[in-house]
């Protein structure tokens, strides 16, 4: 298996971004964090900072299996303006490679025509840019090979569908006995 790549932009969703890599990290799986901004050091939607694992422009992308964006409204943004991230994500669907995006983030997919015929899930008011999407009001969505989750609450549900996804059912129900999930 290729790696996992999430990707922070200024005013990323703190949680979104770091409950995944958590989890994926608990599961084993080889996820590393790729700041867009050319600076290590992200600051998130509420001012936490976040040390990325690597700087986008110095990144060899051959090994990748999965592209994950986490939302949060300016986050989402400067991730949508990142032309060269934008370009490996065209990319990563033509390959068939495995997408993942929450909250505000899905509409990146949708305005790229991305998650037509699929089903999805993203953060309300958001709906307008999944168009051809079958809009779903769960926590995250699993189709074809995109994954989306609703929001900041839903991103334990969002970490485990990717951990299921990349690694399997048992791995994920091993992370979920590991941290008490749901409650013991």
């Not at 958590?22 to 001012?47: F, N, Q, Y």
């Not at 993203?122 to 809009?135: D, H």
Request: contains cysteine.
């Amino acid at each position: 298996m290729g790696k996992l790549y999430l990707f922070l932009a200024e005013g990323f969703e703190e949680i979104e971004a770091l409950m995944v890599v958590d989890i994926c990290r608990r599961a084993k799986l080889p996820l590393v964090t790729v700041s867009v901004t050319g600076e290590h050091m992200v600051p998130g939607s509420h001012d936490i900072p976040v040390r990325a694992d690597a700087l986008f422009e110095e990144t060899d992308f051959s090994d990748l299996s999965m592209l994950i964006l986490p939302g949060g409204g300016l986050g989402t943004q400067n991730l949508e303006d990142h032309e060269a991230l934008m370009e490996l994500m065209e990319q990563c669907a033509r390959e068939g490679k495995y997408i993942s995006a929450i909250c505000a983030a899905p509409r990146i997919l949708g305005k790229h025509g991305l998650l037509k015929d699929e089903k999805a899930c993203c953060y309300p008011g958001n709906e307008e840019f999944l168009p051809g999407a079958e809009v779903m009001q769960e926590a995250a969505v699993v189709s074809g090979n995109y994954i989306t989750g609703r929001g900041m609450g839903c991103s334990m549900e969002f970490a485990f569908a990717i951990v299921e996804r990349m690694a399997g059912k048992e791995a994920m129900e091993e992370v979920k006995a590991k941290i008490m999930y749901p409650y013991g």
